[in-house]
């Protein structure tokens, strides 16, 4: 008998008929003797009408009322999910976020998870009966509503598995695995058996939704034997062929990328005529920081006349007309001319822990962008991956020709 944490994010649990399908995953694991607790997200496209809802009202608005909407979504997915249950003859309740306890600081949009008390669906789950979770939803020490940000869910599952020393974490989705990119969008795009919880960690945080980057670290951290599968096949568990999350030195697959991942919810931001001295990244950046605005890549250009220059970064397309605001407000301080914004961008990566130790990775991607008309307008690197930020309308261009460079196609 083992303890299991299964996950099922939106489109799995879309509809009736799908909440259904879902019942019947959780039966075969039940049936098969084990503890199990499922965690949901919201029902496909509810979570997006709710912060729709907020943002119509106002723009900027109280991010903890905007937790309370928008955490919503999960309250009705589990409650459907454990009357699914129930009527199929499995005892099942569900439990919302505050319930458990889910404990979180107050962060309130992207709030941390600090820790989950499980005594009382520990017993509930020795006694046979099956905890349907609502994901991504939290409490703060004051009592307050929180969220973890979008995609949550995968972090709720994670941590509860780690919580409940869980044999399994299995996140069902609606893709069979991780693939070498998007299969949505390259439709060569190869399943990975397995992948390093550092490659996955890179692809998440670069882009690709599949899971999101919290749930990856906190896997690594616990040590949560995580699988990727599809709730659309016929097979529960370990029986079915997804995508595994290990170690380095168990990965098989030695490939130069492993993964090529994109990202349209940054935008692009040009500071025209800043001045080109000490201390003026630092005056641009530190009011952003303070206002809790991620920069992510930046590039200062060359000064053509020795004393003005052009700063460019991106930051999140959410944080977009809060940055514009922080950056008007020091205008008069930093004494630049133009602020130019653009959101037709996307991020592209290619990542892989081969490139540590082969040179010539990141030319195979410039010459093969160049190749075919693209231009890059922003470029930054670590040691196992290389970013470029191009016009938005080449996504779908870029990612397949940078999946046939890197040999990633399947036959
Ligand atoms: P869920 O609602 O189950 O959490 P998500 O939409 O959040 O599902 O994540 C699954 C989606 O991630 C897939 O439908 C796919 O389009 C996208 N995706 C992006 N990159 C990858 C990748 N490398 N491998 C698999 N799926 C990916
Ligand atoms: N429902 C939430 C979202 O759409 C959380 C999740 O799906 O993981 O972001
Ligand atoms: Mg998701």
Not at 225 to 238: D, I, R, Y
Not at 301 to 317: C, E, H, P, R
Request: net charge negative; hydrophobic share 45%; glycine share 8%.
């Amino acid at each position: 008998m083992a303890r299991i944490v299964q996950k099922f994010g939106g489109t799995s649990v879309g509809t009736l008929d799908r909440i259904r399908n879902v019942a019947r995953k959780v039966e075969a694991e039940v049936k098969a003797g084990h503890q199990v607790a499922v965690v949901v997200s919201a029902m496909a496209g509810v979570t997006n009408q709710l912060v729709q809802y907020c943002t119509d009202l106002n723009r900027i608005h109280d991010p903890r009322e905007y937790d309370t909407v928008v955490a919503a979504g999960e309250q009705v997915s589990s409650g459907l999910l454990a009357i699914a249950l129930q009527a199929a003859g499995i005892p099942a309740r569900s439990w919302l976020g505050w319930q458990l306890p889910l404990r979180t600081d107050d962060t309130h949009g992207k709030a941390r998870i600090l820790g989950i008390d499980t005594q009382a669906i520990i017993e509930r789950m020795a006694a046979g009966e099956v905890a349907v979770v609502a994901g991504f939803q939290g409490v703060a020490a004051n009592g307050r509503i929180t969220t973890l940000g979008r995609g949550g869910s995968d972090t709720s599952a994670v941590a509860l598995a780690a919580a409940l020393n869980a044999d399994r974490c299995d996140i069902y989705t609606d893709v069979d695995g991780v693939y070498t990119t998007d299969p949505r969008i390259v439709a060569k795009a190869r399943k990975l058996t397995r992948i390093t919880y550092e490659e996955i960690l890179e692809l998440a945080s670069l882009g690709a939704k599949v899971l999101q980057t919290r749930s990856v670290e906190m896997a690594m951290r616990h040590r949560v034997p995580v699988q990727v599968l599809s709730s659309f096949v016929e097979a529960t568990g370990s029986a079915l062929p997804g995508t595994l999350l290990v170690d380095e030195d168990k990965n098989v697959e030695e490939l130069l990328v492993s993964g090529i991942a994109y990202s349209r919810d940054e935008a692009k931001l040009t500071l025209v005529g800043v001045a080109d001295r000490p201390g003026v990244a630092a005056g641009i950046l530190g009011p952003l920081a303070d206002a809790a605005i991620n920069v992510d890549m930046i590039v200062q250009n060359v000064s053509a006349d020795g004393s003005t220059t052009d700063l460019t970064f991106t930051v999140g397309k959410a944080d977009l007309d809060r940055a514009r605001q922080v950056l008007e407000a020091v205008r008069a301080t930093l004494g630049y001319q133009r602020l130019v914004a653009d959101s037709n961008v996307v991020k592209v990566s290619v990542i892989g822990v081969g490139m540590r130790s082969h040179a010539g990775v990141a030319q195979m991607m410039f010459k093969a962008l160049a190749d075919r008309g693209i231009n890059i307008q922003v470029i930054s690197t670590s040691e196992i991956k290389i970013s470029v930020l191009i016009s938005e309308e080449y996504t779908e261009l870029a990612l397949r020709a940078l999946h046939t460079t890197y040999g990633l196609d399947q036959a």
